[in-house]
């Protein structure tokens, strides 16, 4: 079953359930995709669905940092509950170590050794972790193993 199927059926069920926050979220994903494939006059596969769920999951965190310095706890626990839902379509996360494991093993394996050559090492990483990891979170781990 496709990605795009099974958002499909989890939106008929959240409709069903009354679940109004994982409806509202599948439904978000579902315009998204549309409009890539309005834009783009192309069918999307499971990696473009996946890209654009990681996108709106990096939206939401950056939504919960705004919602948090304008002291509205309400949207940050609202906009929590998007998160998970959106977590439950991509590839499982990839935890901190995971991320230094591989980090290090492209380091090796380009001969990086100065922060110069982060261009490099983030371009082989990037698309390895496409929909496993915060694009932040690695970039942030490749300054420091190469400071």
Do not use: C, W
């Amino acid at each position: 079953m496709s990605l795009k199927d099974k958002l499909m059926q989890d939106l008929k069920t959240a409709m069903k359930e009354k679940n109004k926050i994982k409806k509202s979220v599948i439904t978000m994903i579902r315009a998204a995709i549309k409009q890539y494939e309005v834009d783009n006059r192309t069918e999307i596969n499971d990696d473009g669905v996946i890209e654009i769920i990681a996108k709106q999951l990096k939206q939401k965190k950056d939504a919960i940092e705004e919602f948090k310095k304008g002291d509205r706890q309400d949207l940050v626990d609202e906009t929590e509950k998007e998160i998970e839902i959106l977590l439950q379509y991509l590839p499982k996360q990839l935890s901190e170590d995971e991320i230094r494991v591989i980090v290090k093993e492209t380091i090796e394996k380009h001969n990086a050794s100065s922060p110069k050559d982060m261009g490099k090492v983030m371009g082989a990483l990037m698309p390895k972790m496409k929909g496993k990891a915060d694009g932040k979170l690695v970039s942030k781990i490749v300054k420091e193993l190469l400071s």
